[in-house]
């Protein structure tokens, strides 16, 4: 496509000058002006498209790339975590109910499940059964 519009252009160029020197009179000038201007703007749509196929072809390789890297980058994560295994087991966080609330508690605190569908965070589970307290209006 890219080189059949630069021979399109290039024909447009050396026909736009023929009539130019060729031409006796102001229309056929005219004519050949415009055949040279089109022939300008045939060249630049052909560099167009020849950059944007060339840049499809870089992208396709950079997501082949990628696709390659992710499925390597998995295939290691996968490993990794069979060898952790043990220690996943040992911070699985225990899951508890005060009041009609269940919460888990972790090494990094205490995840309260709202009757809203939303959760909190709190540092310690006494701040969440404080908080279930005030929210009930029990002590």
């Known amino acids: 496509m ?4 630069y021979i399109f252009a290039a024909l ?3 026909g736009g000058i023929g009539v130019v020197v060729v031409s006796k009179d102001a229309i056929r ?3 050949g002006t415009v055949l040279v201007g089109f022939s300008i703007i045939t060249a630049g749509l052909g560099g167009t498209l020849a950059e ?3 840049s499809r072809k870089l992208l396709e390789r950079q997501v082949g790339w990628s696709r390659k890297l992710l499925e390597v980058q ?3 994560g996968g490993k990794s975590f069979e060898d952790q ?3 996943t087991a040992a911070q699985v966080d225990t899951p508890a109910t005060y009041r009609g609330y269940s919460y888990l508690v972790g090494e990094n605190g205490v ?3 709202l009757r809203d569908g939303g959760v909190r965070h709190f540092s310690s589970e006494t701040e969440a059964i404080a908080h279930i307290d005030s929210v009930t209006g029990r002590r």
Do not use: Y
């Not at 890219?2 to 519009?5: I, P």
């Open 111 to 113: 995840v309260l499940k």
């Open 74 to 76: 998995m295939a290691q």
């Open 12 to 14: 447009e160029f050396i």
């Open 85 to 87: 295994r043990p220690q």
């Open 2 to 5: 890219v080189v059949v519009l």
């Open 29 to 31: 000038e005219l004519v």
């Open 52 to 54: 944007i196929s060339w």
